[in-house]
Each structure stands twice: as structure tokens, then as C-alpha cells.
């Protein structure tokens, strides 16, 4: 399957980005009130998976599109949507509207995030890029000159980078200011994870 783009219910600042995305993606889920962003765009979903209880009225008129409904309470809409996607056999899983919205559920998505990148390949879109990087030596495109926060996803991550304007050489980070904010010389940057797992976000 070629990669799935999943549509949360969080702000969009780049309408025209999710919309070149659904249309290379070979599946669109909306976790439920993500269905809301897929009426304003344009885009029809193949399934809409959660507890139904944030969906657009009156219900979209689209033909072909499967609704599944999911209320176990120990879950949230976000996390169901990734468990059906890892059950119908994406490997990699674009998923825009993850940041803003209510502060509770910002926090539950950034954890299910980081918490489902070891099963599946996960990258945000909108605004942005970002994914999460365990160990290994990740080479990564992007504009001389581009922001670049590497960001721990857990209490604590060692690092190395090249192609930085502030190098980090096994460098133990932890959730603090240490990984904000640095500037890509040249591209690709190179991210080597020495231990631990990384968000690497590209505002």
C-alpha cells in the first residue's frame, strides 16, 4: 500500500499541502471529527473510523465511504484510526490537524504518536514536517538555511547531527531547550540516534 494520510480533528493552517497529500495517498481515514476537514476540502475518505460523536451535520453524501464505529472508552479516535491502519497494512501514515486544539488532547496525541512510530511509519503534516527518529543514522532534506528542532520522545535521547549550524556530538538531550530551534547549513542534515528516539521538526 503507498502511504495513508489520516485526518484529525486539529487545526489546518495549509489546506492546499493535505490536499496534494490526499491525492498521492492510496488511503484517506478520517478519525472522526477529522471527516470535517475532509468536507471543506473536497476530499472523500475511505473510512471514518472513532465514536461518532464529533461528526459534521448534517453526515457528508459520499458514496463508498466506510464508517466504523469505535467506542471503546480506552481509546482515543486518534489511536483507533492508527490501530485500523496498521490492520489494513499501511506502513506509512501521513496525519495532518495532530497540533492545537483542547491542551488534554494535544498532550494524548503527541504521546499516541510517539507511542505508534515504533509500529508504523508516522510524519505530521500541516504546518511543517515532523516524525519521530529511533537509533540509526537518518539523512533528511531540506533547505539550506530551514529551522530544525530535535526534540527527545521520551526523558532522554544522545544524539549526533551534521550539516547543523550548532552541532551536537553524542550530545545527551532531554526535554529542555537544548534541540530548539537549530539551522540547516546544507541538505540533507544527518541525525544519528545514539540511543533513545527523536522528534525531528521542521516548523
Known sequence: MSAALLLLNGPLTDPALVKRR?????????????????VKLGIQPRVVVGDFDSLPKPLPRWKGTTYLFDDDPELSDFEKSLRFL??????????????????????????????????????????????????????????????????????????????????????RLTRSSRGLSNVALRSPIEVTVHSGRVWVVLP
Open 22 to 38: 490526499a491525492a498521492a495517498a492510496g488511503l484517506v481515514v478520517c478519525a472522526d471529527g477529522g471527516a470535517r476537514h475532509a
Open 86 to 171: 496498521k490492520g489494513a497494512g499501511a506502513s506509512q501514515v501521513w496525519i495532518a490537524g495532530l497540533w492545537g486544539g483542547r491542551p488534554d488532547h494535544q498532550l494524548v496525541n503527541l504521546a499516541v504518536f510517539e507511542s505508534w512510530s515504533k509500529k508504523l511509519h508516522l510524519g505530521v503534516v500541516d504546518p511543517g514536517w515532523a516524525n519521530v527518529a529511533g537509533p540509526g543514522k537518518h539523512r533528511i532534506p531540506c533547505p539550506a538555511g530551514a529551522n530544525i528542532s530535535i526534540v527527545p520522545a521520551g526523558t532522554t535521547a544522545v544524539v549526533s547531527t551534521k550539516n547543523l549550524k550548532y552541532p551536537l556530538k553524542k550530545a
